[in-house]
Structures are given as C-alpha cells and as structure tokens.
C-alpha cells in the first residue's frame, strides 16, 4: 500500500503519541486534542504542498477513525488487515516500519517529548533533510507559558 500510494519522499508523515502521554499532565502542551490534530496536519500538508499522508500511531481506533474521516488521504501501517490476513506483526515490527517510513518523509510532524518523534528526527538528519522540515505538534499554551512563543518548527 505505501509503494503504491506514496511516491518517495513527496508525503508528510506523522507520529502521533497517545497511549503514555496521558500521564504527562505537566506536558500538555504536546498533547494536543484530536481536531488540533487533524487541523495542524492538513495546515502543515497544504504549506508543503503535500497531499499524501503517513501516521504513526498508538492511539486508539476511534481516533484514528475520527482522523481518516477528517484526512482522507491518510495511510498507516495497518496491523489489523495484516491480523485478519493471517500475518503476525508485533508492536516492535511495527515500530520498524513507521520509523522507516516516517525518516523518508518529505516533511515530518511529531511530538516533542517523545524520544520516538526525536529518532525518526535523528534518522533524517544522516538522510540529509533539511531541519526546517521537522515540526512538532502544539497545543494551545496561556500565554505566560515559557514555550507560548516557541516555533513548532526544529531549528
């Protein structure tokens, strides 16, 4: 599906954590709400004029849906087709693959606090991309917050 759907490099990929970081209630300015989601990817997708879009995530199946509804064009690495076809892949195998695939990106949105987002980051600096195009997802901060003026943007 991604050799058929994604030309190399011409996508934005995503990583988008969830499971751990509800835990982090320190750092809710990376963890941000679903329609936050979905608007910061599709403005993030239409300023590199992207249309193709990978996710790499743990979330849940009803927000993964709530996006695809949202982002049509999203495509990830889909563990349940390969469960129903007979085909065992664990969480690490997974892992794998979305990191590949994530380091290739022409464009890559993930979250700060996650050491996951930082090595997909890590991979494509040695592939050559350029910092500019790493971002990270923001929430909404007050505006005494020390990051509220921060870019989401790596430099």
């Known amino acids: 599906m991604l050799a058929t759907n994604m030309r190399e490099s011409s996508f934005l990929a995503v990583h988008l954590r969830r499971n751990d970081m509800s835990y982090w209630k320190n750092r809710q300015h990376a963890w941000p ?14 300023s590199r004029n992207l249309s193709e879009i990978f996710l790499a995530t743990d979330a849940d199946g009803k927000e993964i849906s709530r996006i695809q509804r949202s982002i049509p064009q999203l495509v990830l690495f889909d563990l349940g087709l390969r469960k129903r076809m007979g085909i065992t892949t664990g969480e690490a195998q997974v892992a ?36 500019s195009s790493s971002h990270f997802f923001q ?17």
């Open 96 to 131: 794998i693959v979305d990191q590949f695939v994530c380091s290739r990106a022409a464009s890559f949105l993930g979250n700060f606090w996650s050491t996951f987002s930082w090595a997909i980051i890590e991979e494509r600096h040695k592939l050559g991309h350029d910092s």
């Open 139 to 155: 929430a909404p901060l007050p505006r005494d917050h020390p990051l509220a003026e921060r870019t989401r943007t790596l430099r």
């Open 33 to 46: 709400e679903t329609d936050q989601v979905i608007e910061q990817v599709q403005t993030l997708a239409r």
